[in-house]
């Protein structure tokens, strides 16, 4: 039975990647990139009893379409 690809799919960069590798990527999956999210990502950790939010990283991530 032949699998169909799904139309839309999100692509999310990697840490260990550039955005120009992630396109990339979704190039030879067959996906045109439709769409960029970002949001921040930050850790929270605990500090003589005090919580403390820091940010670590913003996250990238391209939802494509099939061509």
Request: glycine content about 4%; some cysteine.
């Amino acid at each position: 039975m032949d699998k169909k690809k799904p139309k839309k799919k999100k692509f999310e960069v990697q840490e260990n990647e550039s955005i120009a590798d992630c396109l990339d990527r979704m190039k030879e999956e067959g996906y045109m990139p439709v769409r960029r999210m970002e949001e921040p990502v930050f850790q929270e950790s605990k500090q003589k009893g005090k919580k403390d939010v820091e940010y670590l990283r913003q996250k990238v991530v391209f939802e494509g379409k099939l061509q």
